[in-house]
Every structure is written in structure tokens, then in C-alpha cells.
């Protein structure tokens, strides 16, 4: 029997609601296509979701105020350190922007760039700064399966909406634009094959054009 991912990004219940489904003959297929569907997601945004307690992560600096970590909304900062023992006073560093990512502290951080040996210039090189800034922290968004989700409705809606369009789409030739049957026809939109503006701007979406611009808002920064 399948069970629903922990990083999962809608219910079945929603799936099934959406679908108009009343029977649970296709529970497990469905429940398989949320697992699939909500990694696709995260792959695309560019970061995982779900909220984590104690994260530890190391990030880039660029001799600035402000360094970015990944797993967002930030919401609990409890530690940073810099060349292995150098730690800030986490009290003095502000959560700038939660959903973003940026953290802000006026005594600035290091630029961790990389020095080169045995040249003559042993100039820098900027674009290969070493993830060397350590920052502890929790962040994400509660999922829909936990208490009082926090995910935004325009992600779970993208979930939804993709498994309820593979679920239609069973049996049919996914490289096809087009079905008919006698004097009736249908365009299929979307996808890669799409011409609409967000298929040019993603085109290697997995999804739909209407579950790519749901989704787009909320892409990593570094995906963009």
C-alpha cells in the first residue's frame, strides 16, 4: 500500500475532491502520483518545503551585510559561525526577508572567495565563493498534513492540479497536441509543446502552463 510522502503537498482528500471521486479504486495511484508530483515541485522551486527544525547549513559570503540560506520561511535563527569559530551574536542579526531567505547583520560577513597559491597575482576568484558560513535555523512550511498547514494555497492548488491532469491524461498518448473522435476534437495546451509565454519562459517545466505559473512565484531565486 502507498503511503503519501512526508513531503508531500496536498491530501488525498483534496485530490479526490477535486476529481469528484467517491470510490477508493484509485486511491493508491493517486496517492503515488502526490509523491511524484511533490517532488517534481520541490525540484522545480529549487528547494525542499517542509518545515525542519535545527537545520544546519552552509552558505556563501560575498563581504556584504546579508547572506541567504536555502529552507524558507526563515523563522528561528539560532546560531552562525564563520572560519570554523568565529560566532555572531544571533540576536543582532535580523531575519530580513523570511520568504526569501536573507539574513541581515550590519557587522557584515566575510567574502568567502577562494585565494589562489602559486600565482602572481593570488587575485581572488568572485563566483566560486566557498560555502564556508555555518547557520543554524528552522524554516519551511508546515504541509497539509500536519496541524495548522502553512503551505500556500497557490503550491497545494499546483499539487492538486497536476496529479488531477495526470489522472485525466491516463491512457492517452502524452506526446500527442490533439484527439479526435468523429466530428469531435480536442487541443491539448501546456506542457512543452505549448506556445503560450510561460512555456517559452520554463521550457523545461514538467508541468502545465497553468501549474508553472502558479508555481513560478515561488521559485528559488538561483532557478530563475
Known sequence: MTALAANALTSLQAVKQELRLTTNDDDVYLRRQINSVSGAI?????????????????????????????????????????????????????????????????????????????????????GHEDRSISVTYSGGYVLPAGVSPTLPAAIEDAAIL?????????????????????????TYGG??????????????????DEVTSLLTPYRDVAQA
Open 162 to 186: 497536476a496529479v488531477s491532469q495526470k489522472f485525466q491524461q491516463r491512457g492517452r498518448d502524452r506526446s500527442a497536441t490533439s484527439e479526435r473522435l468523429m466530428s469531435y476534437g480536442i
Open 42 to 126: 520541490e525540484d522545480f522551486l529549487g528547494r525542499p518545503l517542509g518545515y525542519q527544525a535545527g537545520i544546519v547549513e552552509l552558505v556563501a559570503g560575498f563581504g556584504g551585510n546579508r547572506i541567504l540560506v536555502s529552507r524558507r520561511p526563515v523563522l528561528v535563527l539560532t546560531a552562525i559561525t564563520f572560519a570554523g569559530q568565529v560566532s555572531v551574536d544571533v540576536a543582532d542579526v535580523e531575519i530580513e526577508d523570511a520568504e526569501a531567505g536573507w539574513l541581515y547583520w550590519s557587522g557584515g560577513f566575510p567574502w568567502t572567495v577562494p585565494m589562489p597559491t602559486g600565482t602572481i597575482s593570488g587575485s581572488p576568484l568572485p
Open 191 to 208: 506542457g512543452r509543446n505549448s506556445t503560450a509565454t510561460t512555456a517559452r519562459m520554463f521550457p523545461s517545466s514538467p508541468f502545465s
